[in-house]
T-cell receptor, first 111, second 113 residues
Framework: RKEVEQDPGPFNVPEGATVAFNCTYS??????FFWYRQDCRKEPKLLMS???SGNEDGRFTAQLNRASQYISLLIRDSKLSDSATYLC????????????FGAGTRLFVKA | DGGITQSPKYLFRKEGQNVTLSCEQN?????MYWYRQDPGQGLRLIYY???????QKGDIAEGYSVSREKKESFPLTVTSAQKNPTAFYLC????????????FGSGTQLSVL
């Protein structure tokens, strides 16, 4: 089993749709969580941190469920410019600092 | 303008050749990282450094070497021992209270001639 698993995608949605990405992680000692966005052939960029209480940034909402070891990202009112790959990232500090990237879920938003 | 600069953007390697990828940051971050990304896959950690003159192997260090003589610089050498070097290489530095928020350079695409 991979340490961080994401929906394989791709997701094809029309503009204005709501889309949800899911991510599960295997290390219960994981301590911090992030979503990154990566455009084709570009570097990943930090989208948002994920907190236990859930957090929102405009059209984006991230949630963490530690009991189920599950992270989600919700995008409301999708824009064409949201088309990208979304990477789930999990950090742990047990046995040394470790950052694990999910394989990413590709999103295509269509007009 | 603060950021991370990787060079070159594209690099070609001949059989048996060592090549070095440059990574420079002016964000004053202690931690720096090298990742490899293959098509359709996530990022895999090659090496990381939490402080000057110290670095640790990541998950796929074989065939690679690094140095960290200055805080700003973390070059990666792809040696001839790396038999499948074609990939997109990303350098990152760590910010935030615990160096966990990663800021990436624009990447180097390495191909074998």
């Amino acid at each position: 089993r991979k340490e961080v698993e994401q929906d394989p995608g791709p997701f094809n949605v029309p503009e204005g749709a709501t889309v949800a990405f899911n991510c599960t992680y295997s290390n219960s000692a994981s301590q911090s969580f992030f979503w990154y966005r990566q455009d084709c052939r570009k570097e990943p960029k930090l989208l948002m941190s994920v907190y236990s209480s859930g957090n929102e940034d405009g059209r984006f909402t991230a949630q963490l469920n530690r009991a189920s070891q599950y992270i989600s990202l919700l995008i409301r009112d999708s824009k064409l410019s949201d088309s990208a790959t979304y990477l789930c990232v999990v950090n742990s500090h047990t046995g040394g600092f470790k950052t694990i990237f999910g394989a990413g879920t590709r999103l295509f938003v269509k007009a | 303008d603060g950021g991370i600069t990787q060079s070159p953007k594209y690099l070609f390697r001949k059989e048996g050749q060592n090549v070095t990828l440059s990574c420079e940051q002016n964000l004053n971050h202690d931690a720096m990282y090298w990742y490899r990304q293959d098509p359709g896959q996530g990022l895999r950690l090659i090496y990381y450094s939490q402080i000057v003159n110290d670095f640790q192997k990541g998950d796929i260090a074989e065939g690679y070497s690094v140095s960290r003589e200055k805080k700003e610089s973390f070059p990666l050498t792809v040696t001839s021992a790396q038999k499948n070097p074609t990939a997109f290489y990303l350098c990152a530095s760590g910010g935030g209270a615990t160096n966990e928020k990663l800021f990436f350079g624009s990447g180097t695409q390495l191909s074998v001639l």
